[in-house]
């Protein structure tokens, strides 16, 4: 039953985001470049309608199958995620204040706390520890409301935040797949990605928009707590997996607050845009990106069944190439910039 569903989301999304892609379209809102930008022509930002779309198609379809499906669990998923995508479209279409979109924010994770999602153990590799429920209260709320905007400042580039969800949101499916619920879950969320992909590749047709990028976020966080108060695979492994994501959005925030910058002011710091920069261009840096996504979702897999001395020699090993890749890029800028006055 899996493939027929993934089949008609992926259709189904493919289907309406060609259609918002049309100078016709019923809906026409335009991402015009500004300095934060990596695009030099307007580009409608309505394409997370269509994966949503995509999304909803695939869930009507799930409900028919005989999976036994959690229900309290995807009501509250569910829940949490309807007012923050009538939020990112009104900010997409007319803008919101802040305050009001990490109301909004505050209340999806506040949705996942109430479906029982909060981890109740510290783990890492090589390392368990019970964790208190108001520290699990705290860190879960950081986690949700960290995730739905770093996803949006990384839906920067063509292709990016499309193909870190497909491999992303595949690789969950995998790491779960002892629970066909959630792995069928996950594979709507992927096929719905892949159908907007299709148009979203460089150079990009359609931009996901707030909608689009802020419902993935918040789906990376529900179904990376999800997997691991099932007991499918530990937190550590779903983080692995949005790694690149996550990695490069914190870094570049912990390195703007420490130079004293006003990290809510827009701007193009972030490694994926310092490469496009450089001149490696939209193309050539998301396919680097998706070799990067890959490998930390290929990882993440097999480091599950592996003992904890396995698990944490991954993780010195990822934190020694992420620690590389990120100086390589400060090394390519320097060297552009001796070229330019030599």
């Known amino acids: 039953m899996i493939l027929p569903i993934a089949a008609s989301t992926f259709a189904g999304a493919f289907y309406f985001s060609a ?27 309505t394409g997370g309608l269509a994966l949503l779309a995509g999304m909803a198609i695939g869930m009507l379809l799930m409900t028919l199958t005989t999976i036994a499906l959690p229900v309290w669990t995807i009501g509250f998923i569910l829940a949490g995620l309807t007012p923050l995508i009538w939020v990112s479209f009104l900010d997409d279409y007319r803008g919101v204040a802040a305050r009001w979109r990490i109301l909004i924010h505050s209340l999806g994770a506040v949705s996942l706390l109430a479906a029982g999602l909060a981890p109740d153990r510290f783990e890492l590799p090589g390392l368990s520890a019970p964790l208190p429920l108001e520290v699990s209260i705290v860190l879960t709320w950081l986690f949700v409301v960290w995730m739905i905007n770093l996803y949006n400042f990384m839906d920067g580039m063509d292709g990016f935040a499309g193909g870190m969800a497909v491999v992303g949101f595949l690789a969950l499916a995998a790491l779960g797949w002892a629970d066909a619920g959630f792995a069928l879950f996950c594979v709507i969320v992927a096929a719905a990605s892949a159908g907007f992909l299709t148009h979203n590749f460089p150079p990009a047709r359609i931009f996901l928009g707030d909608t689009g990028s802020t419902a993935l976020g918040f789906l990376a966080a529900a179904c990376s707590l999800w997997g691991d108060r099932a007991g499918l695979f530990p937190l550590w492994a779903a983080l692995l997996v949005f790694s690149p994501f996550i990695v490069d959005a914190t870094v570049t925030l ?89």
């Open 19 to 45: 259609r918002l892609v049309s100078a016709a379209a019923p809906l026409r809102l335009l991402d015009r470049p500004n300095t934060r930008s990596l695009h030099q022509q307007p580009i409608p930002r």
């Open 254 to 342: 912990a390195r703007r607050l420490l130079r004293g910058e006003k990290v809510w002011e827009a701007h193009r710091s972030h490694c994926y845009q310092r490469l496009v920069l450089l001149g490696w261009g939209h193309r050539r840096t998301v396919l680097v990106e998706y070799a990067l996504m890959l490998a930390c979702a290929g990882s993440a897999i097999w480091a599950v069944r592996q003992s904890s001395g396995g698990q944490l020699a991954l993780a010195i090993l990822w934190l020694s190439i992420y620690s590389i890749l990120i100086w390589g890029v400060g090394w390519l800028e320097r060297r552009q910039a001796t070229l330019s006055t030599a």
